[in-house]
């Protein structure tokens, strides 16, 4: 008795929760498991936000250069003082996290989707294409990044384009590895078989079968991935190998901020601790998206 | 096992030969006289010696004629001649900067096992404990920050408030050792920081699974003390993960130790690379990117042939 009426409660006050769309309760029930990944995202969307909005957040233009505020301390006008060209820092560090977030998730969207079609290919087709891609794929993984990096730099010309492009090679082999490990499990599995069974053509088995099964790991992946991409643009950037100067980088702002460090310590430490907070964010989102999506790996890097 | 072992090193060297090409190809991502341009604006050339630079170079030739002609290079040695060093092959010097790199490497990973490994345990024993938390978030804050800025932010407040300064002249370890380690330790560690953390994470999560397992079990019920149980038999368990992470992370230690040594201006790879680049001495640049995923790929091979050494349960197969 007791158990109806629980249930005829329940079915009372269904009806204004399944209005709700279906990814704000995913949303909603993720920000109770996993406050901190919850806290992270909301910074991240802030950071974006401030980047979107650089024209307004920002006193003056990114290059506008004021000799009288070179080297500057911060004031009310630059509140993270100027660089040695009499740049206004904050103006540049809001410009720069639109390359660099630009970069982190334009190259990080190329790489996955670039590795997921390699990766569900190889497993799918298995034998000589396997064979074949999985070489090639160890052949970019053995370049040490930085290394691939440099060779590319050296003959592209260095916008931001072609430094999406570049960091997009490196990232596409680890994605396709993992992918191509679920899809050789996946394709053994019983609802793959009745799929093929039942006449569906290898592109929709793959895409409409194991391509949604996939998703869990190489969520957790990408999300990673975005954070080590900034990381990498800012290396590049601090070596002069990114989109070239006078765009603001957060990278190249490190370049010129260890070298003005005498007078201006601020100028190292600001776009150091935006790639801090940035990375941080993301990865402790990467780890409560991981836990909530694969409970295999809960506790695991 | 012996199969085994034939069957990855020629892998291994298929892997070897796709990278040269990929690299030869990425090199000549512009047509021939695009880098000639290139090379003469930086002026490091004069323009009388352009047009012998071109017949040098070969650029007139197919791409295959010159991919060849690579390939004899590397094999009888030299890997071809510095453009702008002139008389200087690129092998030579490749060979007064890799030991730096290496060295660099090797101090890395091992200043980063000694911290990463002790503090992975501890995390895992201590679950849940605030010392575990404390360690947790460190180590995701180690995996934020760049090495590079963690090296600037070194050298910045080193030099000013602890009188380091970046060394100015290079010791070799073969000269002095203990100069040379003097001067490697501090870039070492922050090679190391950024490993460290994964590290700790990877030794953290295995050890809490071997915790559970049967022969932990086991341990304990026949009495032995938990630090027994933990060192004897769960910590060597967990440990082999962490080896084939190591062994797998060669790529970018390697990566990493070209940003550190650039930083504190150690003469290794990375100055090499980014000069090459920087000078348009293509062949240099060439002959680095192979060099480095050479190293590379015979890491990941000496990690796994030494799997079942370290694991006696794996079967080559």
Request: aromatic share 8%.
């Given at each position: ?18 209005r ?45 250069q ?32 639109r ?96 799929a ?9 088995i ?6 949604p099964?996939t998703?869990?790991?190489v969520?957790?992946l ?9 990381i ?12 070239r ?5 957060w ?51 | ?12 060297f298929?892997?070897?030969v ?6 030869f190809?990425m ?38 004629v ?13 890997m071809?001649d ?9 092998s ?82 073969e ?84 940003l ?51 694991d ?6």
């Open positions: 008795m007791a158990a109806t009426s629980q249930t005829t409660q329940d079915v009372y006050f269904a009806p204004p929760e399944t709700v769309p279906r990814w704000v309760r995913w949303f909603a029930s993720f920000t109770r498991r996993q406050p901190i990944a919850a806290a992270s995202l909301a910074v991240l969307v802030l950071i974006c936000a401030m980047a979107v909005a650089a024209p307004l957040l920002a006193k003056q233009p990114p290059d506008a004021n000799l009288a505020e070179r080297l500057a301390g911060p004031s009310w006008d630059h509140p993270l003082g100027g660089d040695e060209l009499g740049r206004d820092v904050w103006s540049r560090l809001l410009y720069g996290a390359i660099s977030l630009g970069a982190g998730l334009g190259a990080t969207a190329i790489g996955v989707a670039a590795g997921v079609v390699l990766g569900l290919v190889s497993g799918y087709a298995g034998g000589f294409v396997d064979m074949t891609i999985q070489r090639i794929m160890d052949a970019i993984m053995a370049l040490p990044p930085l290394i691939l990096l440099m060779v590319l730099a050296s003959t592209l010309d260095q916008n931001f384009r072609n430094v999406i492009i570049a960091i997009s090679i490196f990232i596409a082999p680890g994605t396709a590895r993992v992918v191509r490990g679920s899809v050789l499990t996946l394709k053994e599995m019983t609802f793959v078989e009745a093929r069974a039942i006449g569906a053509s290898p592109g929709r793959i895409f409409a079968h194991i391509l099964n998703f869990a790991p969520i957790v990408t999300s990673i991935t975005v954070g080590s991409v900034i990498i643009e800012a290396a590049l950037g601090y070596l002069g190998l990114s989109v100067i006078p765009a603001a980088t990278g190249n702002m490190l370049n010129t901020g260890a070298a003005k460090w005498e007078q201006d310590p601020l100028l190292a430490l600001a776009p150091g601790i935006a790639i801090i907070i940035t990375v941080f964010a993301i990865n402790l989102l990467g780890d409560g998206l991981r836990d909530v999506l694969d409970p295999r790996l809960r506790g695991k890097t | 096992m012996r199969d085994f072992v034939i069957r990855r090193t020629l892998a291994a298929v892997v070897l796709l990278v040269s090409m990929f690299v190809g090199m000549h991502l512009l047509p021939g006289d695009a880098l000639v341009v290139k090379l003469g604006e930086t002026g490091r050339i004069p323009p009388s010696q352009m047009a012998e630079l071109r017949a040098k170079m070969g650029i007139d030739d197919p791409l295959v010159q991919y060849i002609n690579w390939v004899r290079d590397i094999l009888d040695g030299s071809g510095s453009l702008i060093f002139t008389g200087r092959s690129v030579s010097r490749i060979g007064n900067a890799l030991p730096v790199t290496i060295e660099l490497g090797i101090l890395g990973m091992a200043s980063a096992l000694i911290i990463g490994l002790p503090l992975g345990v501890i995390s895992a024993v201590k679950q849940d404990s605030p010392l575990d938390y404390l360690i947790r978030v460190v180590s995701l804050f180690g995996l934020s920050i760049p090495q590079f800025w963690l090296g600037i932010i070194i050298i910045v407040y080193g030099t000013r408030y602890l009188g380091y300064a970046p060394p100015s002249k290079w010791i070799p370890f000269d002095d050792p203990i100069g040379n380690l003097k001067m490697m330790w501090i870039p070492a560690l922050v090679l190391g920081f950024g490993f460290a953390a994964s590290i700790m994470r990877i030794t953290r999560s295995t050890v809490l699974e071997a915790l559970h397992e049967d022969y932990a079990r086991t341990a304990r019920a026949k009495g032995l003390a938990e630090r027994a149980v933990v060192y004897r038999h769960v910590v060597r368990n967990a440990l082999i993960p962490v080896v084939t992470f190591v062994g797998n992370q060669a790529a970018f230690v390697f990566s990493g130790a070209l550190v040594e650039l930083l504190f201006l150690l003469p290794g790879m990375g100055r090499l690379t980014l000069q090459a680049i920087q000078n348009r001495d293509y062949p240099q640049v060439q002959g680095s990117a192979l060099v480095a995923a050479a190293i590379v790929v015979f890491l990941n091979l000496l990690v796994d042939i030494s799997y079942g050494w370290i006696p349960r794996v079967r080559y197969s």
